[in-house]
């Protein structure tokens, strides 16, 4: 029996990794590049609400918006700077690839610094900080505010991306941009424009996640990097094109990640909880051996005829 | 003065030179034909019309303006229309979102205005609106390509092979339809078709363009009718 606070983990550590995974989608979809520094947006986050709860002592959760903000233009500092450029002189995936990395590295260490003189200066320490959390009594059951947060944020996104992709005329530019920008463009859409918007968004919601990160895990400058990989697992889990696949994608691995070494740590394997990391990559391996494309690259009518046992081969 | 006018047109993609100083017009109510064999450089001129090539030299004159050096969306403004033989439309957008995304550049009200005119031209494209793309049949697809280009209302619109891997029903329902374009629309036509006979059969004029030069431009009867070039270069006998 897996109790509700293990729940509740894996639930705030998927709404984390839905926020993260739906920017990484935002930019993949837009200039087809499998954005490195994409963490990195979120450590910004991080270190704004750090910053601001030590000079201001603002609560963290006041630099939601601030951080959006904040994390939203540094990502589009660097796509006007160096993505946007490379793409328009014909960069393939691996050159935009390798830039990723480049200002993924560039970010970190600038963090790096910035984290240090921040340290030196007010006297305090800059890594592996903790944001205190409020709990709630909800009918017993101790619930940190982080939770309700998190969810009520990865919830309103949902819904509000819903809308705008396909109640609003600039959503439905977006999709269309992203699927055909050539076409985009004949048809006076201003497809650059759609771009940076997506980039800021893809930013915003970074910042946002690095904002709770550090309710639940210690601060540091590479946090939002070591996360990365798994926010990569869960885009490609839920199929690399599509942004409600990506969120599929983040709690399928959120879960399976934190339920999982519970499981595993407990009598009779007692695993270490160091294993953890490697459930969601063995997760994804296991879904990819499936569904090649990912959960929203499944043809579910084809596999309900072969289940049926209609198809070839069976 | 012709509605369209190319002056000495040298273009290609890249360092690749396709076209060679070709000249052609397009009158205002007309449709012009252009034919050739495979790789004549056919769609490399409706191409360049648009903007979408490296133009080496030569001027291109729309109405009057010389749009040799405008962007494709620039010259879409001016009435302009250019439909690809693929990717014409957004496959994974409903009907109605691809019509939405065609009226971008209307408001709300003459977008609409639009839809509803579109609509009554071509009523097939009304049964479809809430479909996606992808689930239409390649004739349905054509037709909201169709409906797509015509939404701007533009005096000159481009199609490149329009009729293309359709079955021959649905083909001639397409080409009717590009004939109301100039008749009932009163648009002028540009039309690239693999079918000489077929296309030459409803075309005003006709530009025959081999190996990337031009060898005939006239009636399309007159080259339908010319039982040399229409035999060597179009296997019409």
């Known amino acids: ?35 490195f520094a994409h963490g990195d947006f979120a450590t910004v986050g991080i270190y704004l609400a750090y910053t601001a709860l030590r000079l201001l002592s603002l609560h963290p959760l006041f630099m939601l918006p601030p951080a959006f903000v904040f994390s939203g233009l540094v990502a589009l500092f660097f796509y006007y700077v160096v993505f946007k450029p490379l793409s328009d002189r014909g960069a393939n995936i691996v050159s935009l690839m390798v830039a990723s990395i480049a200002v993924e590295i560039i970010m970190r260490h600038a963090i790096y610094a910035y984290s240090d003189a921040f340290g030196l200066m007010l006297k305090t320490f800059s890594r592996g900080f903790i944001f ?59 497809v650059e424009r759609v771009y940076a918007v997506s980039w800021f968004m893809a930013g915003g919601l970074a910042g946002m996640a690095g904002v709770l990160l550090p309710f639940r895990m210690p601060g540091t400058p590479d946090l939002g990097w070591e996360l ?43 695993l270490s909880t160091a294993y953890r990391p490697s459930i969601a990559f063995i997760t994804l391996i296991v879904v990819l051996l499936v569904a090649p494309k990912g959960i929203t690259g499944i043809d579910w009518r084809q596999l309900a005829r072969r289940l049926r046992g209609e198809g070839r081969g069976l | 003065m012709p509605l369209l006018h190319g002056q000495r ?13 070709i000249d052609f017009s397009v009158k205002r109510d007309e449709i012009l034909v252009i034919v050739g064999p495979n790789g004549s450089g056919k769609s490399t001129l409706l191409k360049t019309v648009f903007g979408l090539t490296t133009l080496y030299d030569g001027r291109i004159l729309f109405d009057g303006e010389d749009i040799t050096r405008l962007k494709p969306h620039e010259r879409a403004k001016r009435g302009l229309a250019y439909l690809p033989q693929v990717s014409n439309t957004f496959e994974t957008l409903t009907v109605r979102e691809n019509l939405m995304m065609a009226a971008y550049t209307l408001d709300e009200d003459e977008a609409e205005a639009k839809v509803r005119e579109v609509l009554d031209f071509l009523p097939r494209v009304r049964e ?31 199609l490149d092979e329009p009729t293309a891997a359709l079955a021959p029903k649905i083909a001639s329902e397409v080409l009717k339809k590009i004939v109301e374009l100039k008749e009932v629309l009163g648009m002028s036509v540009v039309l690239v078709e693999q079918n000489a006979k077929r296309a030459l059969e409803i075309g005003d004029r006709a530009l025959l363009l081999v190996a990337g030069q031009k060898v005939f431009e006239g009636g399309a009867d007159e080259l339908l009718n010319s039982p040399d070039l229409a035999s060597m270069y179009l296997g019409i006998s």
């Open chain 1, 1 to 35: 029996m897996v109790p509700p606070e293990v729940l509740i983990d894996a639930l705030i550590f998927s709404n984390l990794l839905s926020l993260l995974s739906i920017g990484l989608t935002l930019t993949y979809l837009t200039l087809k590049v499998p954005n």
């Open chain 1, 132 to 190: 205190k959390d409020v709990y709630l009594d909800l009918g017993g059951l101790r619930v940190p505010s982080v939770a309700l947060v998190s969810t009520a944020l990865s919830l309103a996104l949902v819904v509000s991306l819903y809308l705008l992709l396909t109640r609003t005329k600039f959503g439905v530019a977006m999709r269309a941009s992203i699927e055909n920008p050539d076409l985009a463009r004949t048809m006076g859409i201003d």
């Open chain 1, 228 to 270: 990365l990989l798994r926010v990569f697992a869960a885009t490609v889990l839920g199929g690399l094109e599509n942004i409600y696949g990506a969120i599929l994608g983040s709690y399928i691995l959120g879960f399976a990640e934190v339920v999982g070494i519970f499981l595993l740590s407990g009598p009779p394997l007692r």
């Open chain 2, 9 to 21: 047109i040298n273009s290609g993609y890249g360092k690749l030179h396709i076209l060679f100083d």
């Open chain 2, 128 to 158: 479809k609106l809430d479909q996606r793309v992808y689930n239409l049949s390649g004739g349905e697809r054509q037709m909201v390509a169709m409906a797509m280009a015509i939404m701007r209302e533009p005096k000159l619109i481009m």
